[in-house]
């Protein structure tokens, strides 16, 4: 279907992507882990099997955010939306950190002194581990934002799934205060981890210039391109992980033609695209543009009369 405008329009509903299956599944993993550790929280005691409860469901609840938001960005741009829903996957990772920041205050809150059980503990810390191993190798290709904390999480929910085992033994021996140490630690690992994922959240959605990118750097790097005065009006920034947008005004030596100015857009924009940016928006103005040179006269008068305006070259 067409709009006024001309422009087609995609109208076929999108389907589900192979990243929001593999979310779809993993948090399947993260439903299944969560009720083995609150069913043997129930029957030990132990407040380190408490925080992974809450632990692991929160991932099962950051994962169905990040399968919503990988859905959402899958959809078409259009006329309103230009940019489609890109940065749903930046909301939802910024919403996960809250989710998580929130449960690690409470654990800390919740955490008291008792004598679990620790063969309990050995046993589902040995059940977890193997099943967010699997949940890891199914997003080990894929680089989104979204992914990458997910993996990061099922990393960190394997080594404190070995360190919930080692407690066991501990308490097993009768070092119950272990038990409590164990869940300090999982709180402070979730709250460290989600600030971490805000700030970057935060980053992107104020704009600011990625940190792989040296916008002195590459100001420098256009300036000594043949046929360029100056740059400035530089501006890099983010619409998701993915995508970095890079604008600036180039102002060219007035002698360049217009095949010249073009190979100098061409140059800035393969050099750009080298480094990383994907999306380059640039405005070329020549350098006499406060005071036009006879050069610039006889080409603006001679555009005139062709086009048969009234213009002059007037500033």
């Not at 180039?250 to 061409?266: I, Q, T």
Request: charge should be neutral; glycine fraction near 4%; hydrophobic fraction near 45%.
């Amino acid at each position: 279907m067409k709009s006024e405008s001309g422009l087609l329009l995609e109208q076929s509903p999108p389907k589900f992507n192979m990243r929001t299956k593999r979310f779809i599944f993993v948090a399947f993993i993260n439903i299944l882990i969560a009720s083995l550790m609150f069913y043997f929280y129930t029957i030990s005691g132990s407040s380190a099997l408490f925080a992974e409860f809450i632990h692991n469901l929160c991932d099962f609840i950051c994962l169905g955010v990040a399968a919503v938001s990988s859905y959402l960005s899958s959809l078409k741009p259009d006329q309103r939306r230009s940019y489609g829903y890109l940065r749903a996957k930046v909301l939802s990772a910024l919403l996960n950190a809250g989710i998580i920041a929130f449960a690690s205050i409470n654990i800390l809150l919740k955490i008291k002194a008792s004598k679990p059980v620790g063969s309990y503990m050995i046993i589902v810390a040995s059940i977890a581990i193997p099943l967010n191993a699997i949940g890891y190798l199914s997003l080990r290709n894929d680089e989104s934002l979204n992914a990458r904390a997910v993996r990061l999480h099922l990393l960190m929910d394997t080594a404190l799934s070995t360190l919930v085992m080692f407690a066991g033994f501990a308490v097993s021996l009768g070092y119950y205060w272990i038990d409590a140490v164990t869940a300090v630690v999982i709180a402070v690992q979730m709250l460290i981890h989600s600030t971490k994922i805000c700030i970057r959240c935060i980053e992107i959605l104020m704009q600011f210039s990625p940190k792989s990118i040296d916008v002195e750097e590459i100001t420098s790097a256009i300036k000594k391109i043949p046929g360029v005065k100056d740059v400035h009006h530089v501006h890099v920034w983010q619409i998701d992980e993915f995508n970095i947008h890079f604008e600036c005004h180039v102002m060219l030596d007035c002698c360049l033609s217009l095949k010249d100015a073009d190979e100098v857009r061409w140059r800035i924009e393969e050099m750009l695209r080298m480094k990383g940016v994907n999306h380059t928006t640039l405005q070329m103005e020549c350098s006499c543009v406060n005071e036009r040179c006879e050069i610039c006269r006889t080409e603006i008068s001679s555009f005139a009369v062709a086009s048969g305006s009234d213009f002059h070259g007037k500033t």
